[in-house]
């Protein structure tokens, strides 16, 4: 190996982002530079170096007119990707970076492997004081990177070099005191056993609108599609929990309910193409090896219509993020989550030991309600159904977790597992739908090869649908087998564990959050094995406890007090979680929630899957 000087280069970067550091936030650096007699912007992946200091990251230039940033092409490789980003934001410059650079060529024979570069940097930010810094850079040509290993690191062991895990901009920022903001401070975020309901309910909707604020910025750039994804699974499990605890959640809640499921429908459609484009690869490898690569090959004009659509989907989405009507969204979550402020409702203080099993078997007999329709017509759209309810059950579920230990872990995989069967049954169904709308709706029509073999797929996929189909129908019988007994077993004993605290407790959580008199009494422990009763409230009768029931005693609580006047639905619920004399479970969603022809996203692995699959789902 040789090393050839280069001319030494004095470098002038600077480094600009929104106000709110959208582009760091995406996980991504926005650079410009004097390169010779040009000006040139450069977008930088942050992804972090490994151990050894070794950073793979993608980068894109384009020529920046003028030397500036507003020049920048709307249809470039960077300026689509930061206009996407900023939105509405304009750019300020957060860094000034200036390098005297002495660069050398690494040549193994006439062929130059990399440029190793030893520069002193001095980099200025705000009214702090400059950070210099001195290192030495290897830029190694991909191909090399394995075989110039060796000869890096007897470079960092004879000159005593430290490995640079922080990029320029990263010291810089450490250097000077800056940090990039995280999502926005909305509260406590921790669920306990010995939660209340309306602790446990803030504290499931922060954890998901921090989700929902920290995929914003991903999403916009469009080059990670889990960005997309986490942002879209945030709005639902916002939504899920809105509905969720509506009982002890400010009227308004519903409100933001309801424009999370216009969000939700926007996000949606981009992410519908993307897991199209990402089936068509399989799709592709399917076709050639059952008709032969000239087959495969005629599937090209339907992936780039695909892309055309995704294009023109991603606007949309863009436009909507840059609207008022998102900003009003956004502001209107994070004032409802930093309010913490439930309906003066007894519920509200109910421990969630209490009253998260009944909302879980609610929600069970909803799902085990929509398997006996699956099973009796054998419909796709029945489950189709089945599925959403399964999603509602599992959600619900997931929020109890931290409420029940964990002990719903088990139920919920198997949950998961039904789900993930469902989702592919959904995908297949709606595939063969849009297949048709697509080789018939076009204007210029597809090629008639490309439509002869998007038949040839639509016939696998009912194929594959119809073997879906009678999994599914094995797999349904869980939702009521041992594990959900197991489970009901847990949760009517963590019931009665925390109504016992609370009797003995007297006012822990029995106080009446308007102070005006007590909550209905909980029902007395029960004798292990002897079933318990409650008995509806009765209107003025006065709160009184049974004395404990023996073995072949039940146990009955009291009737309870009249709630305090109030127009809110979940009022009459007493303070130990009884059933609502005349309660129904969930209704049914309305037509609009359950499309019966609409290929939803599916991803194979079921940690990723999270029961997502359809669009505009409630």
């Known amino acids: 190996m040789t090393a050839l000087a280069k001319p030494s280069r004095r470098l002038v970067d600077r480094y600009l982002d929104t106000d709110d550091w959208r582009v760091a936030r995406a996980g991504y650096v926005l650079r410009t530079r004097r390169h010779g007699r040009h000006d040139e912007a450069t977008l930088k992946s942050l992804k972090p170096a490994s151990t050894a200091g070794l950073r793979k990251r993608q980068e894109l230039t384009e020529l920046l007119p003028g030397g500036d940033i507003e020049q920048l092409s709307s249809d470039g490789p960077v300026g689509a990707r930061v206009g996407a980003v900023a939105g509405k934001k304009s750019l300020r410059q957060v860094l000034e970076v200036r390098t005297r650079r002495r660069p050398f060529s690494l040549r193994i024979g006439t062929q130059e492997v990399a440029e190793l570069a030893l520069d002193d940097t001095t980099i200025v930010g705000g009214d702090e004081a400059p950070v210099r810094l001195r290192r030495v850079e290897v830029e190694v040509d991909p191909a ?20 640079a895990t922080l990029s320029k901009f990263e010291a810089g920022l450490l250097g000077l005191g800056l940090g990039l903001p995280g999502a926005p401070e909305l509260g406590p975020t921790t669920v306990t056993p010995s939660s209340t309901m309306a602790e446990a309910a803030f504290a499931v909707i922060r954890r998901h609108i921090r989700q929902l604020i920290l995929r914003e910025p991903g999403t916009r750039l469009g080059e990670d599609v889990e960005e997309l994804h986490d942002m879209r699974v945030a709005t639902r499990r916002i939504r899920a929990a809105l509905d969720l605890f509506r009982d002890v959640l400010p009227v308004r809640a519903q409100t933001s309910r309801q424009e999370l499921g216009w969000l939700g429908s926007v996000l949606g459609e981009v992410r ?27 599937l090209e004009p339907l992936r780039e219509l695909l892309l055309a659509e995704r294009h023109e989907a991603r606007g949309r989405m863009l436009a909507a993020l840059d609207s008022e009507r998102y900003e009003q969204l956004v502001d209107g979550l994070e004032s409802l989550a930093r309010s913490g402020s439930a309906r003066r409702v007894p519920l509200s203080r109910t421990p969630a030991a209490v009253g998260m099993p009944e909302l879980v ?16 017509t054998g419909e796709a759209t029945d489950y189709h159904r089945l599925r959403i309810r399964c999603k509602r059950l599992r959600y619900c579920l997931e929020f109890a977790r931290d409420v029940m230990s964990g002990r719903t872990d088990r139920y919920v995989r198997h949950l998961t597992r039904l789900q993930d069967t469902l989702g592919r049954l959904q995908d297949d169904e709606t595939a063969v739908d849009q297949l048709h709308k697509l080789a018939i709706s076009r204007d210029p029509a597809l ?9 040839a797929m639509a016939a696998h996929y009912r194929g594959d649908a119809s073997r879906l189909l009678k999994r599914a129908r094995k797999r349904v019988d869980f939702l009521k087998g041992e594990e959900w007994q197991e489970l009901t077993r847990y949760m009517e004993r963590r019931r009665h564990e925390a109504t016992a605290h609370g009797a003995a407790h007297g006012t822990a959580h029995g106080a009446d959050p308007e102070g005006t008199g007590p909550l209905a009494s909980a029902p007395t422990p029960v004798a292990p094995g002897a079933p318990a009763t409650l008995t509806p409230p009765q209107a003025g009768a006065p709160a009184t406890a049974d004395t404990p029931a023996t073995a072949d005693t039940p146990a009955t609580a009291a009737p309870a007090p009249s709630a305090p006047a109030t127009d809110d ?9 009884a059933r609502v004399p005349g309660a129904q479970e969930a209704p049914d969603p309305a037509p609009d929630e359950v499309p019966s022809g609409e290929l939803g996203p599916y991803d194979p692995g079921s940690a990723r899957h999270d029961g997502s699959n359809g669009v505009g789902e409630a």
């Open 144 to 163: 090399w990177i394995t075989g110039l290993e060796p000869i890096v690191d007897d470079l960092v062991a004879a000159c005593g070099l430290r490995v």
């Open 272 to 298: 519908d193409l993307d897991v199209q484009l990402e089936r068509h690869v399989t799709d592709r490898a399917q076709v050639a090896e059952l008709l032969g690569p000239v087959a495969a090959r005629e």
């Open 361 to 376: 078997e609610q929600r069970h007999r909803a799902a085990t309600k929509a398997a006996r329709r699956a099973r009796r």
């Open 447 to 455: 090629p008639p090869e490309t439509v002869y073999v998007m038949g």
């Open 569 to 577: 639905p979940g009022a009459g619920l007493v303070a130990a979680g």
